[in-house]
């Protein structure tokens, strides 16, 4: 599964580290993959692969401030 994330203007900070620690918990070092994914428009975006698509809804449940572009495919 792919999500497509707006990075925020400011950028992710610390909340990088914070996505990346929760998703190798939960998803396993190679559950997992984070990419730049170029620009939708003016922003930034980046790409979230998902090895095991049930995680998604906890992820965002975990990290309310990420803001999805689009449905997750």
Same mark, same amino acid.
């Given at each position: $599964?792919? =999500? =497509?994330?707006?990075? %925020?203007?400011?950028?992710?900070?610390? $909340?990088?580290?914070? $996505?990346?620690?929760?998703?190798? #918990? #939960?998803?396993? /070092?190679?559950?997992?993959?984070? #990419?730049?994914?170029?620009? +939708?428009?003016?922003?930034?975006?980046?790409?979230?692969? =998902?090895?095991?698509?049930? =995680? +998604?809804?906890?992820?965002?449940? /975990?990290? %309310? +401030?990420?803001?999805?572009?689009?449905? %997750?495919?």
């Amino acid at each position: $599964m792919r =999500l =497509l994330i707006y990075v %925020p203007g400011s950028g992710f900070g610390k $909340m990088l580290d914070d $996505m990346h620690a929760w998703l190798s #918990h #939960h998803a396993g /070092q190679d559950g997992y993959a984070i #990419h730049g994914a170029g620009m +939708a428009g003016i922003r930034d975006v980046m790409a979230v692969y =998902l090895m095991h698509p049930s =995680l +998604a809804a906890e992820f965002f449940e /975990q990290f %309310p +401030a990420l803001e999805l572009l689009g449905e %997750p495919c």
